[in-house]
């Protein structure tokens, strides 16, 4: 059975979901709102205990929508590198992360999924930052209002 990452519009909830029940990219959630599908990744049953692991420590780590961009600069160049070795960067700069560092050590196909699924999650929790700090743009400022002296009315 092939499992898809999802998140839901209204809870932001991340999660796998059978790809059987993903209907043109969406899903219904627990919460009653609508879940995406994040990406074109697939990962299988024996990956959710993976995929579950690397979502709870972004949680419990604090990993927000501003930081995620900085976490995945450091998976970059992850192909280039050895397998785990992305993972190595992550934990130095997010220490909760390190768990699952310790989870794939010593299995390089373990440590390239890993590092997938932190893209895969971090993408999306990257795309829910709020425009909501940045200034609409000025508007012209309005013509100033004639004042009654201007119409010979001086009481």
């Given at each position: 059975?092939l499992?898809?990452?999802v998140?839901?519009?209204?809870?932001?909830?991340?999660?796998?979901?059978s790809?059987?029940?993903?209907?043109?990219?969406?899903?219904?959630?627990?919460?009653?709102?609508?879940?995406?599908?994040?990406?074109?990744?697939?990962?299988?049953?024996?990956?959710?205990?993976l995929?579950?692991?690397?979502?709870?420590?972004?949680?419990?780590?604090?990993?927000?929508?501003?930081?995620?961009?900085?976490?995945?600069?450091?998976?970059?160049?992850?192909?280039?590198?050895?397998?785990?070795?992305?993972?190595?960067?992550?934990?130095?700069?997010?220490?909760?992360?390190?768990?699952?560092?310790?989870?794939?050590?010593?299995?390089?196909?373990?440590?390239?999924?890993?590092?997938s699924?932190?893209?895969?999650?971090?993408?999306?929790?990257?795309?829910?930052?709020?425009?909501?700090?940045?200034?609409?743009?000025?508007?012209?400022?309005?013509?100033?209002?004639?004042?009654?002296?201007?119409?010979?009315?001086?009481?």
């Open positions: 059975m499992l898809v990452p998140q839901c519009r209204v809870c932001s909830q991340i999660h796998l979901e790809a059987l029940v993903v209907v043109a990219g969406n899903v219904p959630c627990e919460c009653g709102g609508i879940a995406r599908a994040l990406s074109d990744q697939a990962y299988t049953a024996e990956d959710e205990s995929f579950d692991a690397v979502v709870s420590s972004l949680a419990s780590s604090g990993v927000s929508a501003l930081s995620a961009p900085q976490l995945l600069v450091a998976l970059d160049a992850r192909m280039s590198l050895p397998p785990g070795a992305a993972l190595h960067r992550l934990s130095d700069l997010q220490p909760g992360l390190a768990v699952i560092e310790l989870i794939a050590m010593g299995d390089a196909e373990t440590a390239r999924k890993a590092e699924i932190f893209e895969t999650v971090l993408e999306a929790l990257a795309a829910t930052r709020s425009r909501s700090g940045l200034a609409p743009p000025l508007a012209p400022a309005p013509a100033p209002a004639p004042s009654r002296s201007q119409g010979g009315d001086n009481r």
